[in-house]
């Protein structure tokens, strides 16, 4: 943890799971809204960072397996699928 002044002190590895969340969430709903104009994703930013440090552990929990499995999906399967010369699933 880092110390901020006499009384503030950042979790890291929360602040660091906030943004995978937050990052995972968007690409996943990217997916259902591809009609969304570019800006949406930049207001809905601030306030899913804001939810997800203020959740229960359980949420987090949710919300880290949906980014690890969203954007590892992104960035392993459609990527080696494309190397391979495969059909994009």
Sequence with gaps: MGEVGPEVTIDWLLSLAVAFEAAGFIQWAKGWAKAAPTWTWGLLLPPLCVGFALAPTFIHVA?????????????????????AGLAQP
Excluded: D, P, R, T
């Excluded at 919300?63 to 190397?83: D, P, T």
């Design 63 to 83: 919300a880290l397996g949906l980014a690890f499995a969203q954007l590892g999906y992104e960035n392993i399967i459609k990527v080696l699928s494309a190397k």
